[in-house]
């Protein structure tokens, strides 16, 4: 395979170092890095799955995130020592938005549909604005609500197009149980690190959640690790994890938190609803899963509510809060 296919994954990288630059803490590049994250996120779909008919779950999760953290760790630069009364946050913030989301998604997902998954996920936004609203970071804003709920039900559309679409029955309360779970964490991980954020910036508080949160993940790979054939997986293969740990992780999570930062946690989470839409384009392009009129009609709504929210800094957040 041509390596220069995977060359914007490299310029995507070199941001790492400059996003926690005050310099970038502009709405407009928050904007614009929510934009590659929702990219990166959406042809992320394609790969994983591509990649998984070859590479076992576990083994694919923990060499992603072995990756991300060990490129963020060599990349982070010292900008002073984590008060010691902050280390119980980050701890909650990786076992919170990576070991729990990640185990509430993956076996949520062995045990539900696609599409209850995606629909469930997309409420995701909803769960932050109200816990961002509750513990008094962001205002009620009417705009919020009313963009939270026209998201949601586009991607209900979407999936409603879907072969298979969304039902409710015995057969997947066990996984939309868990699925629910994931997404009340991704709301937690979005709001609770905002204030840590703010006090050391996006790249730091990353590293520091993917190296606690992402190291049972690898310890969890670690039996299938030593079983797999790594000399007979292709180039092809090592390009996807690396592009799922580098790109889709560690590249990612920085960019959301700088746009968690400057936007505050409820305009952020609604973005997350694009992903989907641009997941269908990508199996479009790239699989050949040609999109139906409802899902074309779904993407369109959920363009108009992130469309909705105004692209102005979130009102700041005093960063001792998060002491306690």
């Known amino acids: 395979m041509d390596a220069s296919r995977y060359r914007p994954l490299t310029g995507t990288f070199r941001l790492l170092p400059l996003v926690g630059s005050p310099l970038q803490s502009h709405p407009t590049r928050a904007v614009l890095g929510l934009i590659a994250v929702v990219l990166i996120w959406g042809v992320n779909f394609s790969v994983v799955k591509d990649a998984l008919r070859v590479v076992d779950p576990l083994v694919f999760n923990a060499v992603r995130f072995l990756l991300a953290g060990v490129a963020l760790a060599a990349l982070h630069t010292a900008r002073g020592r984590i008060d010691r009364r902050d280390l119980p946050a980050l701890v909650g913030l990786g076992i919170c938005g990576h070991t729990a989301y990640q185990a509430g998604f ?48 586009g991607i209900g559309l979407v999936i409603a197009g879907t072969p298979g679409g969304f039902r409710v029955g015995s057969d997947t309360w066990t996984g939309d149980l868990l699925m ?135 009102a700041p957040v005093s960063p001792r809060s998060s002491r306690g």
């Open 106 to 153: 993956i076996f949520g997902l062995d045990r539900t549909l696609a599409g209850n998954a995606a629909v469930i996920l997309a409420a995701a936004p909803i769960w932050t604005l109200a816990l961002a609203v509750l513990v008094g970071q962001e205002p009620s804003r009417r705009s919020l609500w009313w963009a939270a709920v026209l998201g949601l039900s």
């Open 180 to 314: 629910l779970g994931a997404s009340a964490c991704w709301a937690g991980y979005t709001v609770a690190g905002r204030n840590l954020v703010l006090k050391y910036g996006a790249m730091t508080v990353t590293t520091w959640a993917i190296g606690i949160g992402g190291l049972p993940l690898v310890l969890a790979g670690v039996p299938g690790a030593l079983t797999t054939p790594w000399g007979t997986l292709s180039g092809t293969v090592w390009l996807q994890m690396g592009y799922a740990g580098l790109a889709a992780i560690a590249a990612a999570y920085v960019l959301w938190y700088k746009g968690v930062e400057v936007l505050g946690s409820a305009s952020t989470a609604l973005w997350s609803n694009l992903v989907p839409c641009v997941a269908i384009l990508v199996a479009w392009l790239w699989l050949g899963e040609e999109p139906s009129l409802l899902q074309l009609t779904g993407a369109g709504l959920v363009l108009f509510s992130v469309g909705m929210v105004r692209r102005r800094p979130a």
